[in-house]
C-alpha cells in the first residue's frame, strides 16, 4: 500500500491562504490518480479534488476556483494551494491514491479558518 504524510494546515483568517502537502511512499503514486479529502467537524470525509497521473484535475464545486491541486512525481508528492479560505473550509485534510484501497490513510493535516 501507498502511504501519506499531509502537512501544511494550520489557522488562517477568512480570506487567506494555505499550501498543503502529500508526502508518498512507493512507485504506484506516480501511475495512479490521487486525490485530496477533507472531513469537517461532525461530518463524513469527503473527496474534494484528484489529479491524474498526467495532471488532469478535477475539483468539487464548493472550492473550485480558489483551490489548485498539483502533484511533482518526481518527489512523489501532491500539493493543494488554497486561496480565498472560508470558515467552511474548516477541517481535517487528506490524501490518498485513487482508488483508496490502494493506499493507506495518514494522520491527516488540521486546516482552521477563524478570525
Known amino acids: 500500500q501507498v502511504q501519506f504524510v499531509e502537512s501544511g494546515g494550520g489557522l488562517v483568517q477568512p480570506g487567506g491562504s494555505l499550501r498543503l502537502s502529500c508526502a508518498a511512499s512507493?512507485?504506484?503514486?506516480?501511475?495512479?490518480?490521487t486525490g485530496w479529502y477533507r472531513q469537517a467537524p461532525g461530518k463524513q470525509r469527503t473527496l474534494i479534488s484528484t489529479?491524474?497521473?498526467?495532471?488532469?484535475?478535477n475539483y468539487d464545486d464548493s472550492i473550485k476556483g480558489r483551490f489548485t491541486i498539483s502533484r511533482d512525481n518526481a518527489k512523489n508528492t501532491m500539493y493543494l494551494q488554497m486561496n480565498s479560505l472560508e470558515p467552511e473550509d474548516t477541517a481535517v485534510y487528506y490524501c490518498?491514491?485513487?482508488?483508496?484501497?490502494?493506499?493507506?490513510w495518514g494522520q491527516g493535516t488540521q486546516v482552521t479558518v477563524s478570525s
Open positions: 512507493g512507485s504506484m503514486f506516480k501511475i495512479y490518480p
Open positions: 489529479i491524474t497521473s498526467g495532471g488532469g484535475t
Open positions: 490518498n491514491i485513487l482508488p483508496t484501497s490502494l493506499g493507506k
